[in-house]
């Protein structure tokens, strides 16, 4: 066996752990399957010494590596038995030549690999080769798959836990299969805008604590992480490097009758630096009389911002007020509050002065014409938790609502939580406390449920198209 330890210039704010690399003996016979597909000419001396490693660290990924100096553009072909073809692209090797990434893989899998070059209207491709991916931890949590359609594609990103404290990150392909791993107990965690980490946070339960931020790469090369001060509950990516989450403010006194801590939107690089963006109790006036969804006055976590999304095209976040009951959209260069949407005090009227805006947000994504919100229900006895949908005329101020899910047995989970907009189409339901995640088509057919059993639960959890960037 060889091991291989890639080092790197350590910061001192930054943690790195060595990536593994483990030989992967070929299987006896190649399938030969894949230079058809490519129309390439087979020609392995065109890409010099060809090896493929199964990652120490993730034993489901792949990392092929060639010597090849030649001009145009190459990429990697792969695919398992019955599965169409996927590419990688190439990129520098760690020393001289160069290699590609291979995610998204199950495990204990054979797949069968192949280098392509095109230049010049004509391509080359080596010989097939195969590699067999390894186990999953066998303490990994179990999960209760059931899909209902074919329509499901791309990865959910899963942070799931046990009472008993443990807790990992999973990554599941669309047939439900854990592709990759990482263990830790996080609530939130993210798909790096590059493709290549997973963004989580560790949070701080007051203003004296560090939260962390961690980007931890796919390819098993390791852990980055920054200290914020007081930073907690979500993060969210804005470029490579430089996050946005929330953190805390100084005793703001309510009504003379309160002291409260109050929350700020912050802005953070790699280094550690800090921006602050909002600060709550510069717009939102401190109520003694205000109570969080569970009937208790909450005094460390008085706005108790719990979500937090942003929104590129429009250069805007979106911030949920558990407490407040409210969604707020704050321009990145304005720094204020442009518009409340809230079951009471919100800029929006229901559209028509038909019923009224009645919901407890946990999360909210921006839609192409508004937003969708994971109402938890918890405030009425009535309603169970969902995934809500409201279209939003910005200029009359009205909402109206256009989508609904929730599951047929009306559960109902009280902390944490989200729904997703996917860019299919397709919303995800995420029942934190209940441990399950609902995929669903524009419809509401029920098209993939991912279950926790023997009490397990999720928090935050996401779906992206791709890995790998």
């Excluded at 080359?124 to 991916?133: A, I, N």
């Excluded at 006895?381 to 005329?393: G, K, M, P, Q, V």
């Excluded at 559960?411 to 406390?433: E, I, K, P, Q, W």
Aim: net charge negative; proline share 4%; hydrophobic share 40%.
């Amino acid at each position: 066996m060889l091991v291989w330890m890639f080092a790197c210039a350590v910061d001192p704010n930054h943690e790195v752990v060595a990536f593994q690399q483990d030989t992967a003996a070929p299987v006896s016979e190649p399938a030969q399957v894949l230079a058809p597909a490519t129309g390439c000419s087979v020609d392995d001396s065109a890409f010099g010494s060809i090896d493929l490693w199964v990652s120490g660290t993730v034993e489901t990924v792949v990392e092929a590596v060639w010597t090849d100096e030649s001009p145009g553009d190459t990429y990697l072909v792969f695919a398992a038995d019955g599965e169409a073809l996927r590419y990688a692209d190439a990129e520098a090797g760690p020393q001289e030549g160069m290699r590609a990434m291979l995610f998204g893989l199950k495990a204990d899998t054979d797949y069968d690999v192949q280098i392509v070059r095109e230049h010049q209207g004509s391509s080359w491709c080596s010989e097939p080769r195969s590699v067999r991916t390894g186990s999953l931890p066998a303490d990994l949590p179990a999960l209760d798959i059931e899909t209902f359609h074919e329509d499901v594609d791309g990865y959910l990103i899963a942070p799931v836990h046990t009472w008993s404290g443990g807790g990992w990150i999973l990554i599941l392909d669309g047939d439900g299969d854990v592709v990759w791993y990482r263990n830790g107990g996080h609530l939130r965690a993210r798909l790096s805008r590059d493709g290549r980490a997973v963004i989580t946070n560790d949070f701080a339960n007051d203003a004296e604590q560090h939260g962390t931020i961690q980007r931890t790469e796919l390819d098993g090369s390791g852990t980055s992480t920054v200290e914020v001060l007081g930073a907690h509950m979500d993060v969210v990516e804005l470029e490579t490097g430089r996050y946005a989450t929330f953190g805390w403010e100084t005793e703001v006194e309510a009504d003379g009758t309160l002291t409260v801590l109050g929350e700020t939107l912050l802005e953070v690089d790699a280094d550690g630096e800090v921006t602050e963006v909002w600060r709550a109790s510069d717009e939102l006036v401190p109520d003694a009389n205000v109570q969080d969804p569970s009937g208790n006055v909450d005094d460390a976590m008085w706005a108790h911002l719990n979500h937090l999304e942003y929104d590129r095209s429009e250069d805007a976040y979106y911030v949920v007020s558990r407490s407040l009951r409210a969604v707020y959209r704050i321009p990145r260069h304005l720094g204020t509050i442009d518009w409340t949407l809230a079951a009471s005090k919100g800029d929006f009227q229901p559209a028509d002065n038909l019923g009224q805006l009645e919901f407890n947000p946990h999360s909210a994504v921006p839609t192409d014409d508004g937003v969708l919100i994971f109402d938890t229900g918890s405030t009425r006895s009535d309603f169970c938790s969902a995934a809500i949908e409201y279209t939003l005329d910005d200029e009359a101020m009205t909402a109206r609502q256009t989508w609904t899910y929730a599951t047929d047995a009306c559960l109902v989970t009280d902390y944490l939580g989200n729904a997703v907009h996917l860019s299919d189409g397709h919303r995800l339901l995420v029942l934190a406390m209940s441990g399950l995640v609902d995929e669903v088509d524009e419809e509401g057919t029920l098209l993939q449920r991912v279950q926790v059993p023997d009490g397990g639960w999720v928090s935050y959890a996401t779906k992206v198209p791709s890995l790998g960037g």
